[in-house]
């Protein structure tokens, strides 16, 4: 069965330093999501895109992150540079495309952890 | 924020249904009911949704009540792997873009 993606599955960094996170998502899938998970909440997004394209980053913190899908298909995310609070879990979903009715398949994540 | 309330832990014992309660007093007439969980160091996991009828899957049933304002996940023999956190979300059909997540419902099944 297809699966999404990412690496690395685990990363600690010293506040200040730069982070990337890499999404692999199904093949075939137009959108794709970084969601945000802080301990003992749900995921909230950071970005979608549809193929190479941003639709909606509103909630991504500009002045640090940024994100990146150049030919439509993996994703980068990266921090620049990292806080402690930015300690989560960072997940990418995908889907065939934005419509809810197809189901968004979520990676397995990559927990960071600033110190 | 999330339109969906749940309460934030439930108890089952192994091989017994589970059953996860949903408030989604104002939902819309064109929103729907999808139930997501997410597994300890895992990405959420799709698992069903509904309009108005109940509907039923190879993982999970959907009980949604006449007026819509609340529904109920029923996983009908819990085993151990089921233990997850549970998260109900209301979406239009067809939107576009990202699931708004609430806290769910943390539910453990014990032996």
């Known amino acids: 069965e297809a699966e999404v993606a990412q690496s690395p599955r685990y990363k600690i960094t010293e506040k200040s330093q730069a982070v990337a996170f890499w999404c692999d998502p199904i093949s075939g899938h137009a959108t794709l999501y970084w969601y945000r998970q802080i301990l003992g909440q749900g995921p909230e997004l950071l970005v979608q895109f549809q193929d190479e394209s941003v639709v909606d980053d509103s909630q991504l913190p500009k002045d640090r992150f940024s994100a990146e899908r150049l030919k439509g298909v993996d994703s980068t995310l990266k921090i620049q540079p990292a806080e402690l609070g930015d300690s989560a879990m960072y997940l990418c979903?995908?889907?065939?495309?934005?419509?809810?009715?197809?189901?968004?398949?979520f990676g397995p994540g990559t927990r960071l952890t600033v110190l | 924020d999330a339109k969906t309330t749940q309460p934030p832990s439930m108890d089952c014992a192994e091989g017994r249904a589970a059953n996860l309660p949903c408030n989604h007093s104002?939902?819309?007439?064109?929103?729907?009911v999808y139930w997501y969980r997410q597994i300890h160091s895992q990405g959420p996991q799709y698992i069903i949704h509904?309009?108005?009828n109940n509907e039923t899957n190879e993982m999970a049933s959907l009980i949604i009540t006449e007026d819509r304002k609340s529904s109920t996940l029923i996983l009908p023999h819990a085993t151990l792997r089921d233990t997850a956190v549970y998260y109900c979300?209301?979406?239009?059909?067809?939107?576009?873009?990202?699931?708004?997540f609430g806290k769910g419902t943390k539910l453990s099944v014990k032996p």
């Open positions: 509904g309009l108005k």
């Open positions: 979300i209301v979406r239009v059909y067809g939107s576009q873009g990202n699931l708004i």
């Open positions: 104002t939902i819309s007439g064109n929103e729907y």
């Open positions: 979903a995908s889907s065939l495309d934005s419509a809810s009715y197809n189901e968004q398949f």
